[in-house]
């Protein structure tokens, strides 16, 4: 899995990680949702990944994800923020996934 991260996206996730304090991860978030096949994207701020994160390159960041939700995303997608709505967004060739993506931490 590959994510690039827009320059508005970098921009506003640069400050949040500078330190080397805390780590990306793109969670398949399913609280309330009954269903793991109705989960939505997140991107969330940890401080350690868990057992079951993998890491993963990415442009400018590398991030964590959870193998076994893997199959829900494509190969390639982009991450950006829209400062006006200040929000992000993730995207791929094929779709787009949210123009919502929380960002957890």
């Avoid at 868990?50 to 960041?61: H, I, K, N, T, Y």
């Avoid at 997608?77 to 200040?86: G, P, S, T, V």
């Amino acid at each position: 899995m590959h994510l690039a991260f827009s320059d508005s996206a970098a921009k506003r996730l640069a400050p949040l990680l500078k330190d080397g304090g805390k780590h990306l991860k793109l969670l398949h978030d399913t609280e309330g949702c009954g269903c793991v096949v109705s989960g939505v994207p997140a991107l969330q701020l940890i401080d350690e990944p868990s057992v079951d994160d993998r890491l993963a390159q990415g442009e400018p960041f590398s991030f964590y994800y959870e193998p076994r939700h893997e199959v829900y995303y494509e190969p390639s997608m982009r991450i950006d923020f829209h400062a006006d709505k200040q929000a992000f967004s993730l995207k791929s060739d094929s779709q787009i996934y949210t123009l919502h993506l929380r960002l957890i931490g």
